[in-house]
């Protein structure tokens, strides 16, 4: 069973930075996509952004262009979250995610790492 392990995150004060960083636990073959999410207490899961390893195009929540920078390496399967001018309102358990087919939902998921922002 492939792991997707997450590291980074924590506690960090309004307008600064922080990055995540996500690793399949093994080599994995056919990976697609490599995405971000996040899930604030009380609210429903929500895309933050992603990587496409078919020509690296890369996709954002209009809340976090500008400001957060997806990144990563096709051939380890990982994938980096840069998160520049943070808000207290990004505070939340992000998540990475990565799925196969670009015809269906990601089906792999991370156990989700803190990030706290505040004001």
């Known amino acids: 069973q492939v792991r997707l392990v997450e590291s980074g995150g924590g506690l960090v004060q309004a307008g600064g930075s922080i990055g995540l960083s996500c690793a399949a636990s093994?080599?994995?073959?056919?990976?697609?996509?490599m995405g971000w999410f996040r899930q604030a207490p009380g609210k429903e899961r929500e895309f933050v952004a992603a990587i496409s390893w078919n020509g690296g195009r890369t996709n954002y929540a209009d809340s976090v262009k500008g400001r957060f920078t997806i990144s990563g390496d096709s051939a380890k399967n990982t994938v980096f979250l840069q998160m520049n001018s943070l808000k207290p309102e990004d505070t939340a358990v992000y998540y990475c995610?990565?799925?196969?087919?670009?015809?269906?939902?990601?089906?792999?998921w991370g156990q989700g790492t803190q990030v706290t922002v505040s004001s």
């Open positions: 995610a990565a799925k196969s087919d670009p015809r269906y939902p990601y089906d792999r």
């Open positions: 093994r080599r994995t073959f056919g990976i697609y996509e």
